[in-house]
């Protein structure tokens, strides 16, 4: 057991298009580098580094799962996101200036005076 420290990022989430089109993404970091990726048209998964691979092995076992993946990335997160668009319409639609508020003044050293 190993007491080195590792980190796992997750990217999931969908895009929604002009045209109202979709896209879906589920993918994993492992330490900074891509890791795994989830294939919605093939229910696979795409091992982006060797030691991917067990994990990628082990949920292509459960092809149950992978056709929930896919039902989430192509109809649930559309919806869900829609939702979210609808309910946040005004909020979202408002062009606001920003506001800018100075908490301290860093005081610089007075330049000497140039003598010509």
Same mark, same amino acid.
């Given at each position: 057991?190993?007491?080195?420290?590792?980190?796992?990022?997750?990217?999931?989430?969908c895009?929604?298009? %002009? *045209?109202?089109?979709?896209?879906?993404?589920?993918?994993?970091?492992? *330490?900074?580098?891509?890791?795994?990726?989830?294939?919605?048209?093939?229910?696979?998964?795409?091992?982006? %580094?060797?030691?991917?691979?067990?994990?990628?092995? %082990?949920?292509?076992?459960?092809?149950?799962?992978?056709?929930?993946?896919r039902?989430?990335?192509?109809?649930?997160?559309?919806?869900?996101?829609?939702?979210?668009?609808?309910?946040?319409?005004?909020?979202?639609?408002?062009? =606001?200036?920003?506001?800018?508020?100075v908490?301290?003044? =860093?005081?610089?050293?007075?330049?000497?005076?140039?003598e010509?």
């Amino acid at each position: 057991h190993s007491k080195e420290s590792h980190t796992l990022q997750v990217i999931l989430g969908c895009e929604m298009q %002009e *045209d109202n089109s979709t896209e879906g993404y589920w993918k994993y970091g492992y *330490d900074g580098q891509d890791h795994l990726e989830f294939c919605p048209d093939t229910l696979d998964w795409r091992a982006a %580094e060797p030691r991917a691979w067990p994990t990628k092995l %082990e949920w292509e076992r459960h092809k149950i799962r992978a056709r929930q993946n896919r039902a989430y990335l192509e109809r649930d997160c559309p919806a869900q996101l829609q939702q979210l668009l609808e309910l946040g319409r005004g909020v979202l639609d408002q062009q =606001v200036p920003p506001l800018v508020k100075v908490t301290h003044h =860093v005081s610089h050293p007075a330049q000497p005076s140039k003598e010509s």
